[in-house]
């Protein structure tokens, strides 16, 4: 979710970005059938790792070239200015989602709650200022509070990158692990924490930030290795099995309770370790098929996709009120499959045409599309 400097594009950011936004719409409409068919039925993690990895790549490719040619404090002034851009368009969706509950919770009162909007009625002034200080969300909201933190942390991680890159990464790792061993969090209002710990999902960021600022050229040849793709199309295969038993039970009988006392939980909101390796397994076999580059012959096909994937803020903020609306509307109507296939390709149809009026606005001013 970052802004661009006039840099090359790599289409399968936007690819990949877009698809990912596209999945994350139909997962969060309970209701919808084609939710069991996403990628979180088949693995251990899903198109939210999608998101935050390609947004530190991104970080990576835009602000580093920014830091080397205008200097770092101008990359910084950028990378801080992208941070308030999320925030300001986190704190919108939120009044917006508001006033569609409001308007909905005419005939679905429980809307409300299913929207975690109902503490603005108990306590307005307190819910709002927890809003402004990033304490509160509600339903669906939190990768954006996540990603405000990772990209206004960027001021301690941009300088180290491309100063210490190792001793960054080594930082970022040490920190994911003290997270998870003395158990930190954020707390979150009214009561828990916040969903997506910072703490933890900053180390797949700045793995995607330093991925992102080395040069196009660098040679990484230890993952030339047939040794890490056995192990990788290995683990996804286990991670496979294993989700396949969350939709047909009778596959847990062949996996030895040893193995289930081990991996579960397998928690989404503090990074799991098995999430992070399913993460970069699945990465490095889909690295490894597909082409460097969108063929120019197929951007043509993926264009409404590669449109999603290029305004990903707005994209996502729209996808948040139209999931809900989503939601709304197949409780209230009749819930068939005709109707969530409607709710469905309305909705994708809806966030591409406003990614393509971006895209328009952005071409007529000549201004490069955001990476």
């Given at each position: 979710m970052d802004n661009s400097a006039a840099v090359g594009r790599d289409h399968r950011i936007d690819l990949f970005r877009g698809l990912s936004l596209w999945l994350i719409f139909i997962d969060h409409i309970p209701e919808v059938y084609l939710n069991r068919i996403t990628p979180k039925n088949f693995g251990f993690s899903d198109a939210a790792e999608i998101l935050v990895f390609l947004s530190g790549v991104a970080s990576g490719m835009v602000y580093t070239p920014i830091a080397r040619q205008s200097g770092l404090r101008i990359a910084l002034q950028r990378a801080i200015r992208r941070g308030f851009e999320i925030y300001f368009a986190q704190l919108c969706t939120i009044a917006l989602l508001l006033l569609t509950a409001s308007l909905l919770a005419i005939w679905q009162p429980d809307l409300l709650?299913?929207?975690?909007?109902?503490?603005?009625?108990?306590?307005?002034?307190?819910?709002?200022?927890?809003?402004?200080?990033?304490?509160?969300?509600?339903?669906?909201?939190?990768?954006?509070?996540?990603?405000?933190?990772?990209?206004?942390?960027?001021?301690?991680?941009?300088?180290?990158?491309?100063?210490?890159?190792?001793?960054?990464?080594?930082a970022s790792a040490l920190l994911y692990v003290t997270s998870h061993l003395l158990d930190w969090y954020i707390p979150a209002y009214p009561a828990g924490q916040v969903y997506f710990n910072p703490m933890n999902w900053q180390f797949l960021y700045v793995i995607g930030v330093w991925w992102g600022a080395k040069p196009a050229h660098a040679a990484l040849h230890y993952l030339d290795l047939k040794l890490w793709m056995l192990l990788a199309v290995g683990?996804?295969?286990?991670?496979?099995?294993?989700?396949?038993?969350?939709?047909?039970h009778s596959l847990e009988a062949y996996v030895p309770a040893?193995?289930?006392?081990?991996?579960?939980?397998?928690?989404?909101?503090?990074?799991?370790?098995?999430?992070?390796?399913?993460?970069?397994?699945?990465?490095?076999?889909?690295?490894?098929?597909?082409?460097?580059?969108?063929?120019?012959?197929?951007?043509?096909?993926l264009r409404p996709v590669l449109w999603c994937g290029e305004h990903p803020l707005a994209v996502y903020c729209a996808s948040v009120l139209l999931s809900f609306a989503g939601h709304a509307f197949l409780r209230m109507a009749w819930n068939n499959l005709l109707t969530q296939a409607l709710v469905t390709l309305g909705g994708i149809v809806i966030m591409t045409g406003i990614a393509a009026k971006l895209a328009h606005l952005n071409q007529s001013r000549g201004s490069p599309a955001p990476i």
């Open positions: 709650h299913h929207a975690n909007v109902a503490v603005f009625f108990a306590d307005p002034f307190e819910a709002a200022w927890q809003a402004v200080t990033m304490r509160y969300s509600p339903v669906n909201l939190d990768p954006l509070l996540l990603m405000i933190t990772l990209h206004l942390a960027l001021v301690v991680v941009l300088p180290g990158i491309l100063r210490y890159p190792v001793a960054t990464l080594m683990y996804v295969a286990f991670s496979f099995f294993i989700a396949l038993g969350w939709q047909f040893p193995i289930f006392r081990l991996i579960y939980p397998i928690d989404k909101g503090h990074m799991d370790i098995l999430r992070l390796l399913h993460f970069f397994a699945l990465a490095f076999v889909i690295r490894k098929v597909l082409p460097a580059d969108v063929p120019d012959r197929w951007q043509h096909y």
